[in-house]
């Protein structure tokens, strides 16, 4: 089988990263951060995946499993806060809750 | 008999105390009792002291009284004790007796005042401190006395409290004769540190054994004391409080800014003769300031239009003919001066406060005139006293002591015709603005109605101290005329005598007599013609460019305060405003401005949108990481 390189995976991996940072930043809605973060989480996930081939290590998947299970944990906290925030907000624009400032 | 000299300080201090403590609970009524009260018998024990002084003279002609150890410290003993000799007695008397006058006279005069029994309290504690003056042994108690007439000079200038104005006039005097005190204070430790002792007669000697004549340290020692007798007795170059120290009620400025204060000055500098005799050149300033000081403050005088400011420039000018006996070392006829200058001040002062009272507190002369029918007893004291300020010959006194300075001061080894002629052009001076004041207050047409008439409380005092203005010169009377020279004879045992006269100038002691009288009578006659008898001469004068800035100028007293307000008031007023921000606390208020900048400026980052502080926290990551990579 021909495995793929570990750079490729890592450059996916921090190309997944970019772009979820960029989505986290750039959107304002609050579904579509959390959604940013899943995709940042899986990034990091990639890359340990990836580097527990190149090494021949299990400890790159433990890890993985690891982040879907703190990524299971976001999601719930995540959304439970995301029906809070629109319940008392009436709007999902993460700027709205801008009353700590300063 | 002179075991009862402590009685004399002790009397007003009572006094003061009792008006202090008890003046609010105890009868209006007795307030002047006591105060009075305590200044005449004090004057009483003066009186039969001096009585047993002529009689039978203690031994050495001085008595000294030690009363208890005032300070002990290591090395240095300082005892409470009294010194009583000829000088001494003399101040003495002068300042219980018309000390006691003008008690008497302020018992009516300030009868309507709210602080009846606080101003007698002042009055005493001032006469308790003035006797502590003449009477301290050491310089110590004389230091004491010093600042004691000080405070209450400043306590009565400023007396009528609520006119703003009174008030700056109190301060101006304190502080301008602190700058005098704080000369003699220097002047006191360099003697205490050069000689070892504070007491007077101790120190004298000690100076005539260790100095030189004309060594620095005599030098340093007579200029440090004349400036604090300079401050005090308002002479050139600090005369500028005592003109505005007439905001105080009159009897306070014929008390203390005329008859006994002022006149400190002279006192020291005849205490302390021994010192200045070892610095010539001290002595020769001495004479140089009392001719320079009786010209410019006679000419003030010319143009007053306040009638105490009148007065106020004549006590500079006398003060002035003290200053230059001293200076040429004739102390008894100083001293002399002092004494008779006291009568004929006192008496002016107090005659001009029943005219200020009478016109319902008017003071400006250009609004009196015509008072002599209607103030007939005020009108005979002011006319006796102002002849003697002029020393008009044989009839008043001020001619006899005017005469003996003018004389020392030409005949005297250390005289010289110029401060003669000095002395000579102030009599001149004198003739005028003296008769100037009379005419301008006493003839001429009514302007102001008479309001009240003084009582006899008040007018009693003013006939005693007008026959002694007549009679007091005879103590002393020219040889020259018929040789009597009783008070300088009396002063030898504490002052040197009067220097004598070169030989071959018998007659002309007669001669110089006859040309002052000629010159007081010039100034008299071009007084009578110019404001008297065609007034419109001293209107043309003033009316001239030149007469309208001279007449400015000399209102202005020679435009001293202008220049101490240019240069000393307004540079010192200038920094502190400048440093009203204390410039030190820069450096803390500048640490504290800048953590305050910095924390705006941190706070600002704190927006509230989440979005950015993920986008900071990823800047901040990347930038760590940026530095672990490439350093």
């Known amino acids: 089988m021909a495995s793929v390189p570990m750079e490729h995976a890592l450059v996916l991996a921090a190309v997944l990263f970019a772009l979820g940072l960029a989505g986290l930043l750039v959107r304002r809605n609050i579904i579509f951060m959390l959604m940013c973060l899943e995709i940042m989480f899986n990034a990091a996930g990639l890359a340990f995946v990836a580097a527990g081939a190149r090494w021949a290590q299990a400890d790159g998947q433990v890890m993985f499993m690891m982040i879907l299970t703190v990524a299971a944990a976001e999601v719930a906290v995540g959304l439970a806060l995301l029906l809070g925030f629109y319940h008392h907000f009436k709007t999902l624009d993460a700027d709205a809750a801008e009353g700590m400032r300063g | ?631």
């Not at chain 2, 240095?76 to 008690?103: K, N």
């Open chain 2, 1 to 631: 008999m002179y075991e009862l000299l402590w009685l004399v300080p002790a009397l007003p201090c009572a006094g003061f105390l009792i008006l202090a403590l008890f003046g609010d609970r105890l009868p209006r009524r007795a307030a002047p009792f006591i105060g009075a009260g305590s200044v005449g018998f004090s004057a009483l024990v003066s009186f039969l002291i001096a009585y047993r002084f002529f009689t039978a003279p203690p031994e050495g002609e001085h008595f000294s009284q030690v009363l208890w150890t005032w300070m002990n410290v290591e090395g240095f003993t300082c005892q409470f004790s009294l010194y009583l000799d000829a000088l001494s007695l003399v101040m003495c008397l002068v300042v219980t007796g018309v000390g006691f006058l003008i008690h008497v006279y302020s018992a009516e005069y300030m009868i309507d005042d709210e602080s009846y029994a606080k101003f007698f309290a002042y009055m005493n504690l001032f006469v308790a401190a003035m006797l502590m003056l003449v009477l301290g042994e050491n310089m110590v108690l004389l230091y004491l006395g010093w600042e004691g007439v000080g405070l209450c000079s400043f306590l009565l200038i400023g007396f009528w409290y609520k006119n703003p104005a009174n008030g700056r006039a109190a301060m101006k005097a304190f502080l301008t004769t602190r700058i005098g005190d704080t000369f003699m204070a220097i002047g006191l430790f360099l003697l205490f540190v050069q000689l070892g002792t504070l007491d007077i007669q101790e120190m004298m000697q000690r100076a005539s054994q260790q100095w030189a004549v004309g060594s620095g340290v005599a030098v340093a020692a007579a200029l440090l004391i004349l400036g604090g007798a300079v401050g005090k007795s308002g002479q050139l170059p600090l005369q500028v409080w005592l003109p505005d120290a007439m905001a105080g009620p009159t009897p306070v400025s014929a008390l203390i800014h005329a008859a006994t204060m002022v006149t400190a000055g002279v006192y020291l500098i005849a205490r302390t003769h021994v010192i200045f005799e070892l610095a010539p050149s001290a002595q020769f300033l001495v004479a140089v300031v009392g001719a320079a000081t009786l010209l410019l403050a006679g000419f003030a005088a010319l143009a007053q239009r306040d009638i105490k400011r009148v007065l106020a420039y004549s006590t500079i000018s006398q003060i002035g003919y003290m200053f230059l006996a001293m200076g040429v070392g004739a102390y008894a006829a100083g001293i002399f001066h002092l004494v008779t200058h006291a009568f004929f001040k006192a008496l002016l002062f107090m005659a001009s406060g029943a005219v200020i009272v009478a016109l319902h507190h008017e003071q400006d002369m250009f609004k009196m005139g015509g008072l002599r029918k209607k103030l007939p007893v005020v009108f005979w004291t002011f006319l006796i006293g102002s002849m003697s300020l002029a020393s008009l010959p044989i009839i008043s006194s001020g001619f006899y002591s005017k005469d003996l300075i003018l004389w020392s001061a030409f005949a005297s080894e250390k005289g010289s015709k110029a401060l003669w002629f000095a002395g000579f052009a102030g009599a001149f001076v004198t003739g005028i603005y003296t008769f100037r004041m009379v005419i301008m207050t006493f003839f001429g047409e009514e302007k102001t109605h008479v309001h009240v008439k003084p009582g006899w409380v008040m007018c009693l005092p003013l006939v005693i101290l007008a026959i002694c203005s007549t009679f007091g010169g005879l103590m002393e009377i020219p040889s020259s005329i018929y040789h009597f020279p009783l008070f300088t004879h009396f002063m030898e045992s504490a002052l040197p005598a009067a220097p004598i006269p070169h030989e071959g100038l018998e007659h002309a002691e007669l001669m110089l007599q006859v040309i002052a009288v000629i010159a007081v009578l010039c100034g008299l006659s071009i007084a009578v013609v110019a404001f008297g008898v065609k007034p419109q001469i001293a209107r043309a004068v003033v009316a001239t460019p030149f007469g309208a800035k001279m007449r400015d100028l000399l209102f202005a007293g020679w435009g001293f305060d202008w220049l101490y307000d240019k240069i000393l008031i307004q540079p010192f007023l200038r920094t502190a405003r400048f440093n009203k921000d204390d410039f030190v606390d820069l450096i803390w208020n500048g640490i504290a401005a800048l953590s305050r900048g910095v924390h705006s400026l941190l706070s600002e980052t704190e927006t509230g949108h989440v979005r950015w502080y993920a986008a900071t926290l990823s800047v901040g990551a990347l930038l760590a990481l940026a530095i672990v990579v490439l350093l």
